[in-house]
């Protein structure tokens, strides 16, 4: 049973994924032509070798316009991870604070480093970032402490994150978040203790598609191949 679900997940993900216009996929990675790297609103300041996702991802989020965001290299425990600055949570109001998106490197590191990522598994992964950051923005001081006081539970740290993946889901990128939690969870060389921990709180690409099949995009697939 196990076999025959991965093998769907798999002709889905054929099916399904479709790469934006003027991109072409060889060999795992995007190739973009006619590209434009003025997209990026002034107020966020992204290093270069991370601004291909993210100016094909600002479109589709408005509403992060006009916060502050910047991208940093770090060693920290997990992929990516976004928060606001201690300093603007304590002194701004929600829809000025600052925030910090910082992306693993540290060589070191058991689970998956942002440049092992395939291109498109990169969307769904900075969008679950961007996500976080659409949350803290809808919350007040106190609604922050909240989701850092759920992150003490594995209850809740798993209904915050299950929260965020949904975020990505109904924001459109239900199949860049499916290739992301693929990747990691079947291909990636992550140790199996950082596999566990995504399979413990983040949804899984099974839990994503069965919720596709829910919605009948997979019998529809079957027609397509």
Known sequence: MIRVSKY???MFCFSY?????GNEVQNNDVIYSDFNYDRLPDCWIVP?????????????????HNQEIEVRSKKIGTTMAARPTFLSLIFKAKDNR??????????SFSGVLYSDVPS???IGLVMHELMHIKDYQSRNFFGVLERAWQYLSKRGKKK????????VIDAGYRSY???????????SEASDAYKEFKREIYLSPFDIFIDLDENEILQNSFFIL
Do not use: G
Not at 49 to 63: A, G, M, R, S, T
Not at 160 to 167: C, H, K, P, V
């Open 48 to 64: 270069i070798e991370f601004q291909d996702v993210f100016n094909l991802i600002v479109e589709d989020i408005p509403y992060l």
């Open 8 to 10: 769907l997940l798999l």
């Open 17 to 21: 994924i479709k790469v934006s216009a």
């Open 177 to 187: 978040l499916f290739l992301w939690s693929l990747f990691v969870m079947e291909e």
């Open 120 to 122: 498109l598994a990169r």
């Open 98 to 107: 600052n925030y910090l998106i910082y992306v693993n490197n540290d060589t």
């Open 160 to 167: 915050f994150e299950s929260e965020i993946d949904q975020m």
